[in-house]
């Protein structure tokens, strides 16, 4: 008899990777993938457990997906990721409805897991979270012109607020070849644009070849056949060395796009929380790169009320944003993690702490806006991805926009789906620009 499943991904890209990897598995052994956990035999719930928030949103889906269990309308319930491992002790004490739990070194299990809930039997696996890297495959759901591309797992920095290397491990880069094959395969399958992510890219290669190898690593990607936009996510700022500049600066494939999350900008804060370099370290990378690679725009994250961050080191940030005028950043107010250093630590209430970021995003909106309305009177190409059913207007993307996070381009023309249109911007409102196909 033929058995269905649902898959709720929730969290960032690089569970979303390890979501793909599992239908592929679940596809491959017979399973039915369906829209809706109502109905289901099996629904799979792949969870993030970063933040208080994400905590909160992981419990209220399994809560919910619980209820369609108790009215008999779901068989059962697998939950995985990073809320599964972090709570492996207690997760299944504290809900009950949960019938497997798989940690973030067992995905490959999760056919066994389902296998086992349809026969009523318990499975749990919670395999290494610091063994070399599962190589599995996945079925891309993003797209169809571009894929994330995950080069590494865990994460060896230890910021001092962050649970993630607890949860995820130790720095584990994949084989070159793997990741060059996986990228030709998503070539070949159309995909265009490649995201490469991991908790920190710039680290690649230093554990398997004892050296930084991602400069290498984007030469060889920008040679497969198909590849136009290499997009480059989450570089740890005091990682870059004169090689990485270049190949960003010359290679024309790679996007003139950069996610580096600094976090913070003061000194003091920066040492506390196990940052390595100094804020002037900081603004020097940030003059070197827009000098060397013109157009550049830069992404960040931070994190405001850090342990340490009084209103004078707020302030500090703030006029560095003023003059640095980076032209995408996310703002996290901080939360204390539970078995992190900087969980013990003093800190603003959480109330003063949102309210400081409402504050940067305040200070940011005008910054965000001159930027985007920097491109009106500009041809500039845009990867053309869907149509807006209401306006009639095609929408894709710029080198400016990351998937999901960023804005996009809507546009008149006749381009088809996963083709880049030359497009001349005409307006710009609330992150989006507005245009028409130059050559249509
Ligand atoms: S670099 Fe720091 S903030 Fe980023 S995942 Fe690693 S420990 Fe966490």
Known sequence: MEHTFAL??????????N????????????????????????????????IDSAKTEAIDTILETAELKK???????????????????????????????????????????????????????????????????????????????????????????????????????????????????????????????????????????????????????SEIDGIVWIRLHYL???????????????????????????????????????????????????????????????????ISGLPGEGEKEFEELCEFLKEAKIERAGVFPFSPEEGTPAEKMEHVPFEEAQRRAELIMELQAPIMDDFTRSFIGRTIPVLCETKDEESGLLVGRSYADSPDIDGCVMFEGTCPFGEFAEVLIDDAEDGVLYGREANA
């Open 8 to 17: 709720i991904s929730l969290g960032c890209a690089k569970n979303l990777v």
């Open 19 to 50: 979501s793909e990897q599992m239908l592929y598995l679940m596809t491959e052994a017979g399973f039915t993938l369906v829209p809706d956990p109502d109905g289901a035999d099996i629904a799979i719930i792949n969870t993030c457990g970063f």
């Open 71 to 221: 009215s008999g309308s779901l068989g059962a319930i697998i939950v995985t990721g990073c809320l599964a491992e972090r709570y492996k002790d207690s997760i299944q004490r504290e809900l009950p409805e949960i019938d497997a739990v798989l940690g973030v070194g067992s995905y490959a299990d999760i056919v066994s897991a389902a296998k086992a809930v349809l026969e009523k039997r318990a499975f749990r696996a919670f395999a290494d979270n610091s063994a070399a890297v599962d190589e599995i495959p996945r079925v891309v759901s993003t797209g169809p012109s571009w894929a994330y591309l995950r080069i590494a797992e865990g994460c060896n920095n230890f910021c001092a607020f962050c649970a993630i290397p607890y949860i995820r491990g130790r720095y584990r880069s994949r084989k070159m070849e793997n990741i060059l094959e996986e990228a030709e395969d998503l070539a070949e399958h159309g995909v265009k644009e490649l995201i490469v992510i991991a908790q920190d890219i710039t680290r690649y290669g230093t554990d398997l070849y004892g050296h930084r190898c991602l400069a290498e690593l984007c030469r060889k990607l």
């Open 236 to 302: 740890y700022p005091d990682q870059f060395d004169d090689e990485l500049i270049d190949e960003i600066a010359d290679n024309p494939k790679i996007v003139k796009y950069l996610d580096i999350p600094i976090q913070h900008i003061n000194n003091g804060i920066l040492k506390k929380m196990n940052r390595r370099g100094t804020g002037d370290d900081i603004r020097a990378l940030f003059s070197r790169l827009r000098e060397k690679i013109p157009g550049l725009v830069l992404r960040t994250s931070l």
